[in-house]
Nanobody, 124 residues
Framework: QVQLVESGGGLVQAGGSLRLSCAAS????????MAWFRQGPGKEREFVAS????????YYADSVKGRFTISRDNAKNTVYLQMDSLKPEDTAVYYC?????????????????WGQGTQVTVSS
């Protein structure tokens, strides 16, 4: 397993930007496909974005496509989520997840390890 620690959440006004980071404990970080999920108030956990082991493939939920960008730096054992043009409906706890030997898809059941989450609040 890998320990994941998210950071970078906070309060931002609509239209603003945030960059989330997820730091992983494993030197073999590049064996994991990575993803971001989120859970808003009163809502189920939903997929946001994923990236494969090499970083060459990314996949986004329709709700964030064109606004969010997932990336990774395997040398730093870190995955990022750049969030631009934020909307109030983006308000949620954002979770980083890792899928050992995965390819970076949207099914939460594929992911083995999860961070504790970081709160993102977007005000009107």
């Amino acid at each position: 397993q890998v320990q994941l620690v998210e950071s970078g959440g906070g309060l931002v006004q609509a239209g603003g930007s945030l960059r989330l980071s997820c730091a992983a404990s494993k030197r073999t970080f590049d064996n994991y496909a990575m993803a971001w999920f989120r859970q808003g108030p009163g809502k189920e956990r939903e997929f946001v974005a994923s990236i494969n082991r090499s970083g060459g493939f990314t996949y986004y939920a329709d709700s964030v496509k064109g606004r969010f960008t997932i990336s990774r730096d395997n040398a730093k054992n870190t995955v990022y989520l750049q969030m631009d043009s934020l909307k109030p409906e983006d308000t949620a706890v954002y979770y980083c997840a890792a899928d050992l030997y995965g390819s970076g898809w949207s099914d939460a059941e594929r992911y083995d390890d999860w961070g504790q989450g970081t709160q993102v609040t977007v005000s009107s």
